[in-house]
C-alpha cells in the first residue's frame, strides 16, 4: 500500500479563490510528521507548512493551512486567495518514527492558478 | 532562499559513467539527505548522513554512494551510470534540535538535473 496518496494529478483555480489539495497517509507509527512542500518548474523543493501527529490544532502558515484528520488519516493542504504565483506542483510527505527523519512523498498536485 | 546549494545544475553523462554530484548546507544543518526524483514523480529517499556517518538508506544499489564532510557539504557518487538513473537530484538538510541530533524539517536544495543518455 502506497503511504502517502495523492489523488488529483491536477487542479484548476481561479486567481483568489481558495482551493483543497488532498493528502491520505498509511502509518502504524502513532508518532509522526506530515508536511507540504512547493515545487515550481525550477525543481527546488519549498517547504509550506508541517503538522505533527501530536499536534491538536491544524497547522497553518499564511495564506496555507493544514485540514489535519487524523481518524481518516488526511493531511488536505488549503490555499486561501490563490495567487497566479501558486501555480507549480505540490507534494504531500510524511517522516514516521523510523529512527531517522526521512520524507515518503505523495506523487503530487500540479495546480494551475489563472487569472 | 533555504541556504542550501547544489552543483551542478544540469549535468550529462553517458552510460557507465560516474558521477559525483554536490551539495552545501548550512552552518548547524548537521543532517544531510538525497532524493532521487524521475520525471512526473515524488522524491525518492537514497540515503541520509548524520554528522559524516549514514543513517540510513533507501532502496538503492550500492552504485549510489555519499560522503559528508565536516564543513556541512556533501557528496553522491554514482557509478556505473544507467539510462533510469536520468532524474533530478536533491539535497535536503535538517538544522542541529536543541538536543541535539536534527529536527523534522527539511530544506531542500535546487537540485541538480542529470541526463544519461
Known amino acids: 500500500a502506497q503511504k502517502i496518496t495523492q489523488t488529483q494529478p491536477g487542479m484548476f483555480v481561479q486567481e483568489k479563490e481558495a482551493v483543497t489539495l488532498d493528502c491520505t497517509y498509511d502509518?502504524?507509527?502513532?508518532?509522526?510528521?506530515l508536511f507540504w512542500y512547493k515545487q515550481p518548474s525550477s525543481g527546488e523543493m519549498i517547504f509550506l507548512i508541517y503538522?505533527?501527529?501530536?499536534?491538536?490544532q491544524n497547522a497553518t502558515e499564511g495564506r496555507y493551512s493544514l485540514n489535519f484528520q487524523k481518524a481518516r488519516k488526511s493531511a488536505n493542504l488549503v490555499i486561501s486567495a490563490s495567487q497566479l504565483g501558486d501555480s507549480a506542483m505540490y507534494f504531500c510527505?510524511?517522516?514516521?518514527?523510523?529512527?531517522?527523519?526521512?520524507?515518503?512523498f505523495g506523487k503530487g498536485t500540479m495546480l494551475l492558478v489563472s487569472p | 532562499e533555504t541556504g542550501v546549494t547544489q552543483s551542478p545544475t544540469h549535468l550529462i553523462k553517458t552510460r557507465g559513467q560516474q558521477v559525483t554530484l554536490r551539495c552545501s548546507s548550512q552552518?548547524?544543518?548537521?543532517?544531510v539527505s538525497w532524493y532521487q526524483q524521475a520525471l512526473g514523480q515524488g522524491p525518492q529517499f537514497i540515503f541520509q548522513?548524520?554528522?559524516?556517518?549514514?543513517?540510513g538508506r533507501g532502496n538503492f544499489p550500492p552504485r549510489f554512494s555519499g560522503l559528508q564532510f565536516p564543513n556541512y557539504s556533501s557528496e553522491l557518487n554514482v557509478n556505473a551510470l544507467e539510462l533510469d538513473d536520468s532524474a533530478l537530484y536533491l539535497c535536503?538538510?535538517?538544522?542541529?534540535?536543541?538536543?541535539?541530533?536534527?529536527?523534522?524539517?527539511?530544506?531542500f536544495g535546487p537540485g541538480t538535473r542529470l541526463t544519461v543518455l
Open positions: 535536503a538538510s535538517s538544522p542541529e534540535g536543541p538536543a541535539g541530533g536534527s529536527t523534522d524539517t527539511q530544506y
Open positions: 552552518s548547524g544543518h548537521n543532517t
Open positions: 503538522q505533527g501527529s501530536y499536534d491538536q
Open positions: 510527505a510524511m517522516r514516521e518514527n523510523s529512527g531517522y527523519s526521512t520524507l515518503t
Open positions: 548522513y548524520y554528522r559524516e556517518e549514514e543513517n
Open positions: 502509518t502504524s507509527d502513532p508518532s509522526y510528521g
